[in-house]
């Protein structure tokens, strides 16, 4: 059975449906990328599945199973105790989703005692583990700051540290890389296959960069207009794909010296 499916799965706003028919399996360990254009509903998909669609959205055919669970049906409590834990999600740009007149320690201390009966001294030296092991040089250190006074690169960081916490099954990743620059993106994914080795966690990433997922993925689905437009295995997408959309995808790729390097 897989960790993650979804079974023709259509998810709507005010009755108009945004994303229809998705159908797709994840198994533990196992690394799904989506790509498109902006408003081809990739967001919507990982969305559904941690049940944070904005505006009443809301899944409307079809089923979301986690471990053989149905979740689309599940309480606020139910809910409480899945995110963060099971299934964790990492967020565009980390610092914009934190709160500025915070500091780090505090949102992290919050996080990690709504999640475990501990002391704050110990969700704080819990905190600074989790920061170091996402190679953070001192940890109390940036506890101690503001999400202001930290790159774009340690911000996001930061927030793989907190989806972390808890060695989730499943990590969804928002354009995690797309506000960073091309060394710490390169940084970043590194960690992230770091993850999917030392704690088998699944991975689905959505991203607009073809060479990322392409990279990290077992799987890759390319969606437009809502629907799942081609998918398959990486070497199916670069190499055998006779969809249209996908070559075009394929042919927007930056080239140097007539090599295109996805």
Not at 43 to 62: H, N, S
Not at 83 to 92: K, L, P, Y
Not at 166 to 174: E, I, N, T
Request: glycine residues 10%.
């Amino acid at each position: 059975m897989a960790m993650l499916e979804l079974k023709d799965v259509t998810i709507s706003y005010k009755g108009i449906p945004a994303v229809r028919d998705i159908h797709m399996k994840l198994d533990e360990g196992g690394i799904c990328g989506i790509v498109g254009e902006s408003g081809s509903g990739k967001t919507t998909v990982i969305r559904a599945i941690l049940g944070l669609l904005p505006g009443g959205g809301r899944v409307t055919k079809g089923d979301i199973l986690f471990d053989g669970e149905s979740l689309p049906g599940k309480s606020k409590e139910e809910w409480r105790k899945l995110r963060g834990s099971e299934i964790s999600m990492i967020f565009q740009d980390s610092g914009a989703m934190m709160n500025p007149t915070r500091k780090i320690g505090s949102c992290f201390v919050e996080y990690i005692r709504t999640h475990e009966k501990i002391s704050k001294k110990e969700a704080w030296d819990k905190g600074v583990m989790m920061l170091e092991r996402m190679r953070l040089p001192s940890g109390d250190n940036i506890m101690k700051s503001y999400p202001f006074q930290l790159s774009g690169g340690m911000r996001q960081r930061v927030g793989i540290a907190m989806a972390m916490t808890y060695q989730p099954k499943l990590l969804l990743a928002d354009e995690p890389t797309s506000a960073l620059d091309v060394t710490t993106q390169a940084q970043i994914i590194r960690q992230f296959m770091e993850l999917r080795d030392e704690y088998g966690t699944a991975i689905m990433i959505v991203t607009h960069n073809l060479g990322v997922a392409a990279y990290m993925s077992d799987y890759i689905m390319v969606m437009r207009h809502g629907i799942v437009e081609d998918e398959g295995s990486v070497d199916y997408i670069l190499n055998k794909s006779r969809d249209a959309y996908t070559k075009e995808l394929l042919d927007a790729v930056p080239s140097l010296g007539g090599v295109r390097y996805v």
